[in-house]
């Protein structure tokens, strides 16, 4: 993927992010690329807040950045379904 590619994957899919939780008030990421084995990984953080909330997703390390946008966004969903806060 171009960075083009990527950036517009990762606003769609925090866009999805913030059209499934509307309360969220901010969606911040970022792309990490490093090297594990001489191989390219990738890893998303995305740091998600509500009032008086605030959510720091570490997506886990992909060999691509699709799946590793992929990976980091359904970790956020997990993670904000099961808080109590997010339910009420």
Known sequence: MDA???RARIEHETA???AR???MTRCDSAL???KENGRARYSLYLDLRWPD????VSGPARDD???AIDA???????RID?????SR
């Open 82 to 86: 099961q808080a109590t806060w997010a």
């Open 53 to 56: 909330r605030q959510v720091l």
């Open 4 to 6: 083009d590619s990527i």
């Open 32 to 34: 990490c690329q490093g």
């Open 16 to 18: 999805g992010l913030r």
């Open 65 to 67: 950045a699709a799946a």
């Open 72 to 78: 980091a966004c359904h970790a956020a969903r997990e």
């Open 21 to 23: 939780y509307p309360q």
